[in-house]
């Protein structure tokens, strides 16, 4: 009996369902592809949510920097910060802000943007304006402005100091204030149109440093004038000065001039100076001055202002002067070798001598033997102590010694470093 045997698929039918496969495997990966493109390439899977980072389009348009300062007060302001603090503080704020304005009108953000720049600069003043001061201060001697208006260098290294410090956190800020401001968000700024930049390129080299380059012409002008001034006219000032530490030490420069032609020396000035230099460091009373009583503790408090160097006197002497026949030495290069020997003897006394610890030290045995005579007829168990300006109130000590703070030493002074918080004891 023979049996029937089902029909094997045809060519033509295996050929369609092979097709539909190849068209269903290109389908998925045309899919896929689009899921990419869309919502994880560039982006993560931030475009699942809506928050895909986008390029902020602007059309920059020429604009020209409008610094809301006066040249000459702030030669002036520059050259003694610390006479001067409200001032800087207003000069930093107007100039920031003078740089945001300009960034942007070159941009051409509309104005309802430019009326935000104000407030929202105005949430980092705060921190800015000290960062400013300290690091300025830290640059320039500000106790040096006599010496260095002779020199006819104070403005012109002020200056160069607020460059320094401005260089230093413009970009900061003008790039964390422009971007909050056009909601970019891990994207970035694409700008069509003349002298494209970034908005730090355009206040750094639109707005800074054109600004920094007026400064010093005019600065140019402002130290000549003061060092003439100088010379001029005859000061008479009442000193009110207590002088406790003096520093004597000897300096020598040895410096060469060369003049070269395609790289070759062919001629060379020889100058070796040698100076000796006479500090003196102390207090200006006139600055601070307070005497207060504690009957309940038998102490009484003479407070001082911190130490400062009184005076600074240099006597220079050139040991030797070998002018080339073409490297020549000018007077003001003379000026500039005798101003830098100056401020290394500074330096020095400062950072390496510790002139202003030393005052601090002394000042103590000084106001004993000032003062103490007097305190004693008070009575015999009475003494003095003496504080500097800056430390810790009575309260706060009495705290320390009952144990809420680190404890002092009784009978022993405060000494509080000017570029610190903290405090530490020096002994008698």
Not at 87 to 110: G, I, K
Request: net charge neutral; charged share 25%; with cysteine.
């Amino acid at each position: 009996m023979a049996t029937h045997q089902p029909d094997a698929p045809s060519d033509e039918t295996g050929g369609a369902m092979f097709g539909k496969q190849i068209l269903l495997l290109a389908l998925v990966i045309i899919a896929g592809i689009v899921i990419y493109k869309t919502f994880l390439a560039d982006g993560g899977l931030s475009g699942l949510f809506g928050d895909k980072p986008k390029d902020v389009q602007l059309t920059y348009v020429p604009s020209d920097f409008q610094p809301n300062l006066d040249e000459e007060s702030t030669l002036r302001i520059l050259a003694d910060p610390t006479k001067n603090r409200k001032e800087f503080d207003a000069l930093v704020y107007n100039f920031n802000l003078s740089l945001l304005y300009h960034v942007a009108n070159r941009m051409n953000l509309p104005d309802s943007l430019k009326r935000r720049l104000e407030p929202m600069y105005q949430q980092h003043h705060d921190y800015l304006k000290t960062m400013y001061f300290n690091d300025f201060v830290a640059l320039k001697d500000t106790t040096a402005s006599l010496y260095e208006t002779f020199y006819n260098d104070n403005a012109n290294q002020a200056v160069q100091i607020f460059n320094e410090v401005a260089g230093k956190y413009t970009c900061f800020f003008v790039t964390q204030i422009m971007a909050t401001l056009l909601k970019v968000s891990n994207g970035r700024f694409v700008g069509k149109g003349k002298d494209v930049g970034t908005p730090c390129d355009l206040a750094i080299n639109e707005a800074l440093r054109p600004m920094v380059d007026r400064l010093q012409k005019k600065a140019a002008i402002y130290d000549f004038s003061a060092s003439r001034g100088l010379l001029k006219e005859k000061v008479r000032v009442g000193i009110a000065e207590l002088g406790t530490y003096e520093l004597r030490s000897r300096l020598a420069m040895d410096k060469t001039l060369q003049y070269k032609v395609f790289g070759f020396s062919i001629s060379e000035t020889d100058i070796q100076i040698e100076a000796i230099s006479v500090i003196k460091a102390g207090f200006k009373l006139d600055q601070f001055f307070d005497v207060t009583f504690s009957p309940s503790k038998g102490i009484v408090y003479v407070k001082l202002p911190q130490p400062t160097i009184l005076s600074h006197e240099v006597y220079p002497r050139v040991d030797k002067l070998d002018v080339g026949l073409l490297a020549g030495i000018s007077g003001q290069e003379m000026n500039e070798n005798f101003n830098a020997l100056r401020r290394q003897f500074r330096d020095d006394a400062i950072n390496n001598e510790h002139v202003l610890e030393h005052a601090k030290a002394r000042a103590d045995t000084v106001m004993q033997l000032m003062m103490g005579p007097v305190v004693k007829s008070m009575g015999r168990n009475y003494k003095l102590e003496v504080r500097f300006e800056g430390t810790p109130s009575p309260d706060v000590m009495e705290a320390q010694r009952q144990g809420t703070a680190p404890a002092n030493q009784p009978g022993q002074i405060s000494r509080q470093p000017a570029n610190t918080n903290g405090q530490r004891r020096l002994p008698q």
